[in-house]
């Protein structure tokens, strides 16, 4: 289970007061400028000087982070023109409180920039099967033509409004296996409706050399495996395969005036075989020394640190499980920031365990948020997911596809949640006494895509969750993981707990328990939809008996129609918390 997450006060107000008044202060229109600042980032004392960004932050300093892809050149105008290039990146970031942007530069298919190393997307292939897939390559090749190279456009950009610009490396993709599945190499079936995407084509060298790879991409495994993901990612144990990703990661270096350099280690979380990845751990290792030594040569010459970023899973244990010694990389100052989990957990990862690891060491951590997970309920929800994290000693977060978010992806009017939510999430009054909804996590293990991709190194969720017949007073618990401490505060109403349920009999009984106490359903709560055998419960609860940290709901299922199956299953909860007032 979680460990109890720290009040926002023992994470150091000062620090979180000077973080959030650093995250945007270049844009005009930024609310958090007039929030205060001080002279030191209090809670984080570096191991040494290395000095400041672009726009003079540090790793501590960036709030909020917005992950992007090679999709600008899809969302400027046609013809291709730096200026629309810019505006279709850096653009929609404009009034929001990002402080960095981080932008992706290698996928499946190939770059999305000016690359001597790594062949431009597109250019792999003899036919493309997309019009998108056309549009990026030749955007990227007439950009390259007029001597303006992508990176140096959106580096530009982001520094001429304050924003620092890192630039991601994928340390694995295997998107092309849904280029697979679309059947990419054959020609397109009749009537096309479904075209490929930019990212799904199978790079050159994966053809070349499937010797690099860590299985076999031609053995039939089960769609949507661990093998089927795993047989088409790169080896890390193979020589050639790193000194592609280094010389990628040493043009990038050298060539851009980037900000920080993101190791991506869940895009895709494959380093090694899975049997081997633990004892081969030593190998990545040495290959990280070797993009630190890199960045700290380049960064010395241009006289601005080169900040080095890692994403990773979510625990020490996730992280050794696919090959990374993390406690050796923070030791040895191989980092300067880290970045936890693929994001789809953003309500029970355990983001105290690596915060506080790299605190130890002054190498801060950012929550990775995965579009959609947080803001499930809107911005209550995210509202919640954000405290959560930076209670528990998170010095900024990283919004995973929330480029989605720009209006380039709805219809006039249709955006649910614009890129304005941000500004949520640099107040800390508003996470503090504002609305929140803390919801159950779902599983990446429960098939399909999430399960053979992300499975093996992202933090477990809780639903759906079986609820069997309790012959013994044994029931099945959930955890609620708050940061709200309402000794200290005064709710405006009642929180209340509401779970869905499937597969109940007409006469079942249910028992109720919250932290150890019954409770009874709200009678007039909604019941749910019993035509389609969902079946809701709401809980009205005092507000005395729910602290900071984990919080269990417990239900029992204590009768059971014999002529059904021995369980029912749990769907989906939340605590909501109302707005709160100071005491």
Same mark, same amino acid.
């Given at each position: 289970?979680?460990?109890?997450?720290?009040?926002?006060?023992?994470?150091?107000?000062?620090?979180?007061?000077?973080?959030?008044?650093?995250?945007?202060?270049?844009?005009?229109?930024?609310?958090?400028?007039?929030?205060?600042?001080?002279?030191?980032?209090?809670?984080?004392?570096?191991? $040494?000087?290395?000095?400041?960004?672009?726009?003079?932050?540090?790793?501590?300093?960036?709030?909020?982070?917005?992950?992007?892809?090679?999709?600008p050149?899809?969302?400027?105008?046609?013809?291709?023109?730096?200026?629309?290039?810019?505006?279709?990146?850096?653009?929609?970031?404009?009034?929001?409180?990002?402080?960095?942007?981080?932008?992706?530069?290698?996928?499946?298919?190939?770059?999305?920039?000016?690359?001597?190393?790594y062949?431009?997307?597109?250019?792999?292939?003899?036919?493309?099967?997309?019009?998108?897939?056309?549009?990026?390559?030749?955007?990227?090749?007439?950009?390259?033509?007029?001597?303006?190279?992508?990176? /140096?456009?959106?580096?530009e950009?982001?520094?001429?409004?304050?924003?620092?610009?890192?630039?991601?490396?994928?340390?694995?993709?295997?998107? $092309?296996?849904?280029?697979?599945?679309?059947?990419?190499?054959? =020609?397109?079936?009749l009537?096309?409706? %479904?075209?490929?995407?930019?990212?799904?084509?199978?790079?050159?060298?994966?053809?070349?050399?499937?010797?690099?790879?860590?299985?076999?991409?031609?053995?039939?495994? =089960?769609?949507?495996?661990?093998?089927y993901?795993?047989?088409?990612?790169?080896?890390?144990?193979?020589?050639?395969y790193?000194?592609?990703?280094?010389?990628?990661?040493?043009?990038?270096?050298?060539?851009?005036?980037?900000?920080?350099?993101?190791?991506?280690?869940?895009?895709?979380?494959?380093?090694?075989?899975?049997?081997?990845?633990?004892a081969?751990?030593?190998v990545?290792?040495?290959?990280?020394?070797?993009?630190?030594?890199?960045a700290?040569?380049?960064?010395?010459?241009?006289?601005?640190?080169?900040?080095?970023?890692?994403?990773?899973?979510?625990?020490?244990?996730l992280?050794?499980?696919?090959?990374?010694?993390?406690?050796?990389?923070?030791?040895?100052?191989?980092?300067?920031?880290?970045?936890?989990?693929?994001?789809?957990?953003?309500?029970?990862?355990?983001?105290?365990?690596?915060?506080?690891?790299?605190?130890?060491?002054?190498?801060?951590?950012?929550?990775?948020? /995965?579009?959609a997970?947080p803001?499930r309920?809107?911005?209550?929800?995210?509202?919640?997911?954000?405290?959560?994290?930076?209670?528990?000693?998170?010095?900024?977060?990283?919004?995973?596809?929330?480029?989605?978010r720009?209006?380039?992806?709805?219809?006039?009017?249709?955006?649910?949640?614009?890129?304005?939510?941000?500004?949520? *999430?640099?107040?800390?009054d508003?996470?503090?006494?504002?609305?929140?909804?803390?919801?159950?996590?779902?599983?990446?293990? /429960?098939g399909?895509?999430?399960?053979?991709?992300?499975?093996?190194?992202?933090?477990?969720?809780?639903?759906? *969750? *079986?609820?069997?017949?309790?012959?013994?007073?044994?029931? %099945?618990?959930?955890?609620? $993981?708050?940061?709200?401490?309402?000794?200290?505060?005064?709710?405006?109403?009642?929180?209340?707990?509401?779970?869905?349920?499937?597969?109940?009999?007409?006469?079942?009984?249910?028992?109720?328990?919250?932290?150890?106490?019954?409770?009874?359903? $709200?009678?007039?709560?909604?019941?749910?939809?019993?035509?389609?055998?969902?079946?809701?419960?709401?809980?009205?609860?005092?507000?005395?008996?729910?602290?900071p940290?984990?919080?269990?709901?417990?239900?029992?299922?204590?009768?059971?129609d014999?002529?059904?199956?021995?369980?029912?299953?749990?769907?989906?909860?939340?605590?909501?918390?109302?707005?709160?007032?100071?005491?």
């Amino acid at each position: 289970m979680p460990k109890a997450t720290r009040p926002l006060s023992s994470f150091s107000r000062r620090r979180f007061l000077r973080t959030t008044a650093l995250a945007g202060t270049a844009l005009s229109l930024n609310p958090i400028n007039s929030l205060p600042k001080t002279a030191t980032a209090a809670g984080l004392v570096r191991r $040494d000087n290395k000095g400041t960004s672009f726009s003079g932050k540090r790793p501590e300093d960036y709030r909020v982070v917005l992950q992007d892809i090679g999709d600008p050149l899809l969302r400027m105008g046609w013809p291709p023109s730096p200026e629309g290039l810019i505006e279709g990146s850096i653009g929609p970031l404009r009034n929001s409180a990002i402080s960095m942007y981080a932008y992706g530069i290698n996928h499946a298919g190939g770059t999305t920039h000016c690359s001597e190393t790594y062949p431009i997307i597109g250019d792999d292939q003899d036919v493309i099967r997309s019009g998108n897939t056309l549009r990026m390559n030749e955007a990227v090749k007439r950009l390259c033509a007029s001597g303006q190279d992508p990176l /140096t456009l959106i580096c530009e950009g982001g520094h001429k409004v304050g924003i620092d610009v890192f630039l991601r490396i994928r340390m694995n993709d295997h998107h $092309d296996r849904w280029g697979d599945r679309l059947g990419l190499d054959r =020609p397109s079936p009749l009537p096309k409706t %479904h075209p490929a995407e930019p990212y799904f084509y199978v790079p050159k060298w994966k053809r070349e050399h499937p010797e690099w790879l860590i299985g076999d991409r031609g053995i039939a495994h =089960p769609d949507e495996s661990f093998q089927y993901f795993q047989a088409s990612a790169g080896n890390y144990a193979i020589g050639p395969y790193r000194d592609l990703i280094f010389n990628l990661a040493a043009e990038t270096v050298n060539k851009y005036d980037l900000d920080g350099l993101e190791l991506d280690f869940f895009r895709s979380p494959f380093l090694f075989p899975s049997y081997e990845a633990y004892a081969q751990r030593h190998v990545m290792t040495s290959f990280i020394r070797k993009i630190r030594k890199l960045a700290n040569e380049q960064g010395a010459r241009r006289g601005r640190p080169i900040f080095i970023s890692a994403r990773v899973p979510a625990t020490v244990d996730l992280c050794l499980r696919i090959g990374i010694d993390l406690p050796v990389w923070l030791e040895e100052g191989l980092l300067d920031m880290t970045v936890i989990s693929n994001g789809l957990s953003p309500f029970s990862t355990p983001w105290n365990e690596i915060a506080v690891l790299g605190e130890k060491h002054g190498i801060p951590s950012q929550a990775c948020f /995965t579009h959609a997970r947080p803001t499930r309920e809107g911005r209550e929800s995210l509202r919640a997911a954000t405290y959560r994290a930076f209670s528990s000693g998170i010095s900024g977060i990283q919004l995973w596809n929330y480029f989605y978010r720009m209006p380039h992806y709805h219809r006039p009017g249709e955006n649910p949640l614009d890129l304005s939510f941000t500004h949520d *999430m640099v107040n800390p009054d508003l996470l503090k006494y504002g609305a929140k909804k803390y919801l159950l996590d779902g599983s990446p293990h /429960t098939g399909g895509v999430l399960t053979g991709t992300f499975g093996h190194a992202e933090w477990p969720g809780q639903t759906p *969750m *079986m609820i069997g017949y309790s012959t013994d007073n044994i029931g %099945h618990r959930v955890v609620f $993981d708050i940061a709200d401490d309402l000794t200290k505060v005064r709710p405006t109403s009642s929180p209340r707990a509401w779970v869905r349920l499937v597969d109940l009999g007409p006469e079942d009984k249910l028992a109720f328990l919250w932290n150890g106490k019954p409770v009874q359903p $709200d009678p007039s709560a909604f019941p749910g939809l019993t035509i389609k055998d969902t079946h809701e419960f709401e809980f009205k609860l005092d507000p005395i008996t729910i602290h900071p940290g984990p919080n269990y709901l417990e239900i029992r299922l204590v009768k059971r129609d014999k002529r059904l199956e021995p369980y029912i299953t749990l769907i989906d909860g939340r605590l909501s918390i109302p707005e709160l007032k100071k005491v």
